[in-house]
């Protein structure tokens, strides 16, 4: 399958400061437009060490920030009726939630942390989307 539609792509990996990941996912969307399966094996079992610095909430806070980020910028061009390439109807919701979000962090709720990132990963998703537009807009 990478002979034939190519490697991941190591601009959607982490560098450097970055968290992005989705190197992976973009490799089986690239399947899929080509008419390719892909099986889940829940039998499967994946080892991965996470390193201690990795389990306080401000890593959890710059990895959303960073997988809204990228999410903007593999979303590519839209053409319609848009800001920033991001399609209305899709603002109209991304600011919904943007504010459900914050009403949840504000009124502490239980749940105040998830919110937060849910938050987090929005402003990645504004900035990454003005800097794909800077790039080709």
């Not at 593999?74 to 399609?87: A, D, F, H, T, W």
């Amino acid at each position: 399958m990478f002979q034939k539609y190519g490697q991941f792509n190591p601009l959607l990996g982490g560098t450097g400061e970055k968290l992005h990941v989705g190197e992976e996912t973009e490799f089986i969307k690239r399947l899929l437009e080509n008419g390719k399966t892909i099986s889940y094996v829940p039998n499967i079992i994946v080892h991965h060490h996470i390193f201690t610095e990795r389990m306080n909430k401000s890593y959890f806070r710059k990895r959303k920030y960073h997988e809204g980020e990228l999410a903007a910028i593999v979303l590519g061009n839209y053409e319609s009726r848009n800001i920033l390439g991001i399609p209305y109807y899709e603002m109209r919701y991304f600011f919904k939630k943007l504010l459900e979000n914050l009403v949840g962090i504000i009124t502490l709720s239980k749940n105040r942390f998830l919110y937060e990132l849910k938050v987090f990963y929005s402003i990645g998703f504004i900035v990454g989307r003005i800097t794909f537009w800077r790039r080709n807009g």
